[in-house]
């Protein structure tokens, strides 16, 4: 018999596979979801159609999101209202993730990647996060950017959000403060870090007057 608890574990993974789902699609039918959302537009016939896929390709996975209160109704009613497009309305996934357009997961070493790091008030994260998220949509950022949400993470080590802003290569120091000089055009002007990714992978972390950071501008 499946106990509640892994139920609800079920719906959880299922749903985070299905947004990642939904907003690859929408972006390869010409627009992002946040741009839906954002322009009031009325998309139930393509979150329809992304949906039946789903059922087809994840039929476990898309059956415990029906048995939720509200169905897939719900769902869409909750991307309508922000879910996965602004931080402080997120509650069913830990971060909000955007690509660049010319980003190609297929092509980036992971290692020698790395990312500035922006720490912000909660009352401020929805602003700072459309001006990084709109940026690197445009090309003008880094690879990717991605933010934390009102989801409470138990591994969050700050009691601010973060917001991540990633380069390609760590190494390409021209190209990680190009992205600072733009990132203080969007209204960071404060000192912020930037971490390496091998340090993450390392569980390297500023702990007790320790500094993991590369580069700080």
Same mark, same amino acid.
């Given at each position: 018999?499946?106990?509640? =608890?892994?139920?609800?574990? *079920?719906?959880?993974?299922?749903? =985070?596979?299905?947004?990642? *789902? ?5 972006? &390869?039918?010409? &627009? ?22 789903? %059922? ?10 029906? !048995? ?10 909750? *991307? ?7 931080? /402080?309305?997120?509650? #069913? ?21 790395? &990312?500035?790091?922006?720490?912000? %008030? ?5 602003d700072t996060w459309k001006k990084i998220r709109d940026?690197?949509?445009? =090309? #003008? ?14 591994? /969050? ?16 120091e021209d190209d990680v403060m190009r992205i600072r000089?733009? *990132?203080? !055009? ?9 971490? #390496? ?12 007057? &320790? ?7």
């Open positions: 018999m499946e106990e509640e =608890g892994d139920t609800n574990t *079920l719906a959880g993974a299922a749903y =985070g596979i299905f947004e990642i *789902l939904l907003n690859r699609e929408l972006t &390869k039918r010409g &627009k992002y979801l946040f741009e839906r959302v954002e322009e009031g537009e009325d998309f139930r016939e393509e979150f329809e159609e992304i949906f039946s896929g789903f %059922e087809d390709e994840y039929p476990q996975l898309s059956q415990a999101l029906e !048995e939720e209160p509200g169905g897939r109704d719900g769902i869409y009613n909750m *991307l309508l209202e922000g879910e996965g497009v602004i931080p /402080s309305r997120t509650t #069913r996934m830990y971060w909000i993730l955007q690509d660049s357009p010319a980003f190609s997961p297929e092509e980036f070493d992971d290692e020698k990647g790395g &990312k500035w790091l922006i720490f912000t %008030e909660k009352e401020d994260m929805d940026a690197t949509a445009e =090309g #003008r950022l880094g690879i990717s950017a991605r933010v934390s949400t009102a989801k409470e993470n138990p591994e /969050s080590r700050d009691d601010r959000a973060v917001i991540y802003v990633n380069t390609a290569d760590w190494e390409d000089e733009v *990132l203080r !055009e969007l209204g960071i002007g404060q000192r912020i870090g930037y971490k #390496r990714n091998l340090e993450t992978y390392h569980g390297e972390y500023s702990e007790g007057g &320790k500094k993991v950071t590369w580069y700080s501008a």
